[in-house]
C-alpha cells in the first residue's frame, strides 16, 4: 500500500499556533496523485486535531506542490503552547504516512 512518503517530502512551518504543511512531488505523475486524494478534508481527517478554522489547501502545479493550512493545530504556538513541538516539525512526519488507498499510480507499493 502506498503513501505519501512514496511520491513526495513534506516540510511544515508555522506562523502562531498555525500549522504550515508542504508538500513537494517528486514528479509530475506524482503531483497529480497527490493533488487528487490530498483534499483539505482528507488532511483534516488524518490529523484529527481540534482546529480553530478549517483546513485550507493550495495547489501550486509550478513547483509541483501542495500547501495546506492548519489554523490551531499547534495550541498555541511556539511561545503560548507547552507541548515539546511548538513547531510542529514531527507533524510532517504524520502526513508521509497517509495512506494512498483509492487513489493508484503506476510506481512504488
Known amino acids: 500500500m ?10 511544515t512551518g508555522d506562523k502562531g499556533d498555525t500549522l504550515i504543511l508542504d508538500v513537494l512531488a517528486r514528479d509530475q505523475g506524482a503531483y497529480d496523485l497527490l493533488a487528487g486524494a490530498l483534499t483539505a478534508e482528507a488532511v483534516a481527517a488524518h490529523y484529527a486535531l481540534d482546529l480553530t478554522g478549517p483546513v485550507v489547501r493550495r495547489l501550486l502545479p509550478g513547483v509541483r506542490a501542495l500547501v495546506f493550512v492548519l489554523p490551531g493545530a499547534l495550541g498555541g504556538g ?3 503552547s507547552p507541548v515539546l513541538d511548538g513547531h510542529g516539525k514531527a507533524l510532517s512526519y504524520h502526513l508521509l ?3 494512498l488507498l483509492s487513489h493508484r499510480l503506476d510506481g512504488p507499493d
Request: aromatic share 12%; net charge negative.
Open 78 to 80: 511556539v511561545t503560548g
Open 97 to 99: 504516512g497517509y495512506h
Open 2 to 11: 502506498s503513501t505519501v512518503d512514496s511520491y513526495a517530502d513534506v516540510r
